[in-house]
């Protein structure tokens, strides 16, 4: 069974500051992905960033940044530059790679608060 | 184009009423996927449509009943629910992936912006 845990339930960084969330996963499949999502309070959960099991290179996408360990089994989110619309809801989630149409398992999810 | 859509944005329903929940998408994704989410939780997958054909089904109680009627359209008729199934309800497409070596795999899911529903 596929596993993520997400350890800061919150998270406050200062405006224009980096910050990372965590996530470890815990699977036994060799291929799968990684990704994370933005939920603002308006409910819309919003795709950021994917992580594929055999990509050599972290992802990016603009001031997002996936830090991918394999061989420790994390995929944190870095967010660099932060702005008061960064204050959200993040979660962390796995796809099954090997299945038709696959499940996602989600983390429990960070709030991150941004401070002008 | 990464849009989904769902209509109602709100719903209010009580325990005896019939409703229905829309979700919409024309990005030609052929997965599609209903999720209830709880306050400061994560989403919990409910089904799974693959090529408009029932693929998982989480154990959801028959209350809810969903439908795929073609490629771009879901949804999810609603009868006698509980005061406990009010929620935030997602609706999700991705694309099917064929990958090599014969395997297959979802690629990243699009969300719509979800139906709070209230039931009295």
């Known amino acids: 069974a596929q596993k993520i845990t997400q350890t800061q339930p919150g998270m406050f960084v200062q405006e224009k500051e980096a910050v990372t969330l965590d996530c470890t996963y815990d699977?036994?499949?060799?291929?799968?992905?990684l990704f994370w999502y933005k939920q603002p309070s308006s409910g819309e959960m919003i795709f950021l960033i994917y992580?594929?099991?055999?990509?050599?290179q972290n992802a990016t996408e603009g001031r997002y940044s996936l830090n991918f360990q394999k061989a420790r089994k994390s995929a944190n989110l870095v967010i660099s530059a932060s702005q008061l619309g960064d204050s959200a809801m993040y979660f962390c989630?796995?796809?099954?790679?090997?299945?038709?149409?696959?499940?996602?398992?989600f983390g429990d999810g960070t709030t991150l608060t941004v401070k002008p | 184009d990464t849009e989904v859509t769902q209509t109602p944005k709100h719903l209010v329903m009580g325990m005896t009423n019939k409703k229905s929940l829309k979700c919409e998408q024309h990005?030609?994704?052929?997965?599609m996927y209903w999720y209830k989410q709880k306050a400061k939780k994560p989403p919990e997958l409910m089904f799974v449509?693959?090529?408009?054909?029932?693929?998982i089904n989480e154990s959801v109680p028959s209350r809810f009943s969903p439908e795929c009627p073609n490629s771009s359209l879901l949804n999810l008729h609603l009868h006698a629910l509980q005061p406990e199934d009010s929620a935030l309800y997602l609706c999700?497409?991705?694309?099917?992936?064929?990958?090599?070596?014969?395997?297959?795999?979802?690629?990243?899911?699009?969300f719509g912006p979800g139906t709070r529903l209230t039931v009295l």
């Open positions: 999700a497409s991705s694309r099917i992936l064929g990958l090599a070596g014969g395997r297959k795999g979802t690629d990243t899911q699009y």
């Open positions: 699977t036994s499949d060799p291929s799968y992905g």
């Open positions: 992580q594929g099991s055999y990509d050599q």
């Open positions: 989630a796995m796809g099954e790679k090997d299945t038709n149409a696959g499940k996602s398992t």
């Open positions: 990005m030609g994704h052929r997965a």
């Open positions: 449509y693959s090529y408009e054909k029932l693929s």
